[in-house]
């Protein structure tokens, strides 16, 4: 059974992840699949409850229950909205990007990424 389908953006994001840290693109993908499946396990231990999921780095997500809709070929299904709360430090960096003013990306990546990649190397 296939549960967590790729698109194509995504296959590219994990293969510039794996490119980017030398991580298998199977282990990225893994780590990605357990996030989103222990998510769902938590919905499934209250699902009359609302959710707020946790998003890393970029804010919070709320999923609305709109309950059961028909479309119009009369097609059942429930609609469900999702309400995103961005973190202030993404949104600062988004107008950054925005902006062009990516000194404190290319800062954090070359701190973070590639100096210990190079520090490995010598």
Not at 7 to 23: P, R, Y
Request: aromatic share 10%.
């Amino acid at each position: 059974m296939k549960t967590f389908d790729m698109d194509s953006d995504t296959k590219q994001m994990l293969q510039e992840i794996s490119a980017t840290f030398g991580v298998k693109n199977e282990i990225i993908k893994e780590v990605w699949e357990y996030t989103i499946f222990t998510v769902l396990l938590k919905i499934a231990e209250n699902p009359d409850k609302r959710q707020q999921i946790n998003i890393p780095f970029l804010g919070h997500m709320l999923l609305k229950d709109n309950g059961i809709k028909q479309d119009e070929n009369n097609n059942t299904y429930r609609d469900i909205e999702p309400l995103v709360a961005l973190s202030e430090n993404f949104k600062n960096l988004y107008v950054k990007a925005c902006r062009g003013q990516f000194d404190e990306l290319s800062e954090y990546l070359e701190e973070n990424y590639i100096k210990p990649v190079l520090d490995e190397i010598k």
